[in-house]
Each structure stands twice: as structure tokens, then as C-alpha cells.
């Protein structure tokens, strides 16, 4: 079992910046692909960016250029850094690990929310 927990929640001003760490528990995140989620007011959940267990990213378009995900699996913790943050960033954020194989599995974070003001 995997408990993820993100913070970093909170108000934003529109141009600045915001790291959102998803630190988790009871297993070494190593293994797991990983992925940031958000889910704007009135919205569908969408992902915002991807990463393997190998490093690989891959981002949504409205995150290309700004957001950027890590891992350090030392710390196992995965990281989403965004930057030139707008309003239409506002949303839940939630982490989500994937483990692919025999023994698939897969978690979600409760989510973080933080507004981003004009």
C-alpha cells in the first residue's frame, strides 16, 4: 500500500511560481511512474504531467514551457514546478503513482488545491 500526500496548496499571485511536492509512504516510489492531475472548478481531471520510473517526461500543452516534473526517489517524493502561473492554473492538484506488471497497482493523493489571483 502506497499513502501519497501533496502540500504546497494555497493563493498564488498570476506570474509567479509554486512547487508542489508529493512525498509518499509505506513504498519505494522507484518503480512507479508518476503523474500530476488537476481538476478545475466545473471541470474533468486532466493530467498535467507524466514520469516514468526511468525519468521520461511528458506534459499537457497548457503546462508545456512551465511546469516541470522530478523525482527524487531518495527522498520519495515527486515534484511539480510551475511557473508563469495565470488563473486557469486554479484547480485540485493531485499526485498519482502507477506501478505497470504482474502486480499493477495504482494510488492518488488526496489533492492540494490553490487559487491563482489576477
Known amino acids: ?27 519505494a516510489l522507484r518503480n512507479y511512474a508518476m503523474a500530476w492531475y488537476r481538476q478545475a472548478p466545473g471541470k474533468q481531471r486532466e493530467a ?19 511546469f516541470t516534473i522530478s523525482r527524487d526517489n531518495a527522498k520519495n517524493t515527486v515534484y511539480l514546478q510551475m511557473n508563469s502561473m495565470n488563473p486557469e492554473d486554479t484547480a485540485i492538484y ?18 492540494t488545491q490553490f487559487t491563482v489571483s489576477s
Not at 502540500?7 to 509512504?25: D, F, N
Not at 493531485?94 to 489533492?111: D, I, P, T, V
Open 1 to 27: 500500500q502506497v499513502h501519497l500526500v501533496e502540500s504546497g496548496g494555497g493563493l498564488v499571485q498570476a506570474g509567479g511560481s509554486l512547487r508542489l511536492p508529493c512525498t509518499a509512504s509505506g513504498s
Open 48 to 66: 498535467v504531467a507524466i514520469i516514468t520510473s526511468g525519468g521520461s517526461t511528458n506534459y499537457a500543452d497548457s503546462g508545456k514551457s512551465r
Open 94 to 111: 493531485s499526485c498519482y503513482a502507477r506501478l505497470c506488471g504482474l502486480n499493477a497497482r495504482e494510488y492518488w493523493g488526496q489533492g
